[in-house]
Nanobody, 121 residues
């Protein structure tokens, strides 16, 4: 089994910054794509950004230029640096990772428990 634990959420004023972290632990042979999703009340969960094991990134148009995703493969950790936060960025942010537990295993997607980001105007 694999566990993803997020941290770094909280309350920030509009225009401020937060950095989210997500650390994976457990039976991990390799981690492929890692990403951050968010879900606001009454809305569907949406992709914020993702990063491959090689460092290729992609972002939702709404966060391009403001958010940066990065990862530390040695620590099995992915980060989301969020700058110039807007009230519409408020949501529960979830970490996602595609994990192979053994060299012969299929990739399995795991989710963190979520961390709340609140942005005051």
């Amino acid at each position: 089994q694999v566990q993803l634990v997020e941290s770094g959420g909280g309350l920030v004023q509009a225009g401020g910054s937060l950095r989210l972290s997500c650390a994976a632990s457990g039976s991990i042979f390799s981690m492929d794509v890692m990403g951050w999703y968010r879900q606001a009340p009454g809305k569907q969960r949406e992709l914020v950004g993702a990063i491959t094991s090689g460092g290729t990134t992609n972002y939702a148009d709404s966060v391009k230029g403001r958010f940066t995703i990065s990862r530390d493969n040695a620590k099995n950790t992915v980060y989301l640096q969020m700058n110039s936060l807007k009230p519409e960025d408020a949501a529960v942010y979830y970490c996602n990772a595609e994990v192979r537990e053994r060299w012969y295993s299929l990739r399995v997607a795991y989710w963190g428990q979520g961390t709340q980001v609140t942005v005051s105007s």
